[in-house]
């Protein structure tokens, strides 16, 4: 996971010390401890898992960039939603992240159980 932060950013406050933390419907992965110090262009090696249940939930992800501060008041820097539907079990793809900046990332589905077959179409159904 990479990303560039928006250049507005850094006319807001200092140079960052952004970690990123996922958060999906079954729990979240990623923490303060992964920070990186003074960087607009952090990359987050990983790996960072999380579970799906794509028969019931969607394939979505939401990343958050924050930025460390020592006081335990972390500010909210950017955010995205990570779409997986359709996607192949693995690959690599930039978004856009909320306040103008980008993030790359790539993934790779492990046991990614295959999403429930369509319904018939609706002449195909009996009335009885």
């Known amino acids: 996971f ?7 950013q850094g006319r807001r406050r200092w140079t960052p010390d952004p970690y990123v933390v996922f958060t999906g419907h079954r729990g979240d992965a990623g923490s303060r401890d992964g920070r990186v110090m003074n960087s607009f262009t952090p990359s987050f090696a990983g790996p960072f898992v999380l579970a799906f ?11 958050t960039l924050w ?3 020592g006081n335990g008041r972390d500010d909210t820097m950017e955010s995205a939603w990570l779409e997986f539907a ?24 492990a046991n990614r159980s295959p999403p429930p077959p369509p319904p018939p179409p609706e002449d195909a159904i009996y009335k009885l």
């Open 86 to 109: 359709g996607e192949a079990d693995q690959g690599t793809k930039t978004v856009p992240m909320s306040e103008g900046g980008s993030v790359t990332f790539t993934w790779r589905f």
């Open 2 to 8: 990479s990303t560039r932060v928006n250049e507005d």
């Open 53 to 63: 249940n794509n028969a019931v939930e969607p394939e979505q992800v939401r990343a």
């Open 67 to 69: 930025d460390h501060d």
